[in-house]
């Protein structure tokens, strides 16, 4: 592959080339035959890795390019080899993920969007935590938690269900019983709290919700332990 624009690196061509090669690729920008990119919680691309096709400007030969965007630089690299760019595509877009960290947040990195298998891929919409869930968590026996996991028809699905704390997967793990109660400011001294109890005032009924609110915070975390790889 030849360099046609490099912000660290010299490039192979005349800038007249690599002027008309930019300009094909601005007007295929909506199009382009492979990408990944990353778009951050305000709307903006903050790394964009596409592939495209296109016929020479100078020959009319028929070339594919991989262009590599950030905040900071910028390389085109093109080839007449559809296999080389795919394999380069796919090599700049796995790079790219190795250095994924996580947000402010504390959420992992992801690709918005990507085609490349192995690498943090967008996650598919996940579930909230309602109310009736912290109260069947509360009349649940034994030591139960809430968690996140994969079920759904065809077991890919991000799903909420209830399973015995020392059985659940800390990661995946959202909310204990003992936790619901703590908040709540109950115990089980005088007998086992049922859900009923839990709601006899509106203050525990308030409590309720924002318990499931704050539960509802931990299903991005849990996400990013089931998902590792694009789920589209």
Do not use: C
């Amino acid at each position: 592959m030849r360099n046609v624009i490099s912000t660290n690196a010299g490039t192979d061509v005349d800038d007249d080339y690599a002027d008309q090669v930019a300009a094909i690729l601005d007007r295929q920008r909506h199009s382009p035959e492979r990408e990944s990119k990353r778009v951050d919680e305000h709307g903006e691309t903050t790394l964009s890795i596409t592939l495209h096709t296109y016929e020479a400007p100078d020959t009319g030969r028929t070339m594919w390019a991989v262009d590599y965007n950030d905040p900071a630089s910028r390389e085109l690299e093109e080839t007449a080899d559809e296999a080389e760019a795919n394999v380069r595509y796919v090599e700049l877009v796995r790079a790219a993920a190795a250095n994924f960290d996580y947000d402010r947040h504390g959420y992992q990195t992801r690709y918005t969007t990507t085609d490349v298998d192995g690498v943090p891929g967008p996650l598919p919409d996940l579930p909230d935590i309602e109310t009736e869930d912290v109260a069947d968590l509360i009349d649940e026996p034994g030591s139960p938690a809430l968690y996140l996991t994969l079920g759904g028809e065809d077991g890919d699905e991000p799903v909420v269900k209830v399973g015995q704390e020392h059985e659940v997967p800390t990661g995946q793990r959202l909310l204990t019983r003992s936790e619901a109660l703590a908040e709540l400011s109950l115990s089980d001294e005088q007998g086992r709290i049922t859900s009923e109890a839990a709601v006899a005032s509106d203050q525990h009924g308030m409590l309720l919700s924002f318990i499931a609110h704050r539960a509802t915070e931990q299903v991005r975390g849990a996400a990013d332990v089931l998902f590792t790889v694009p789920t589209v």
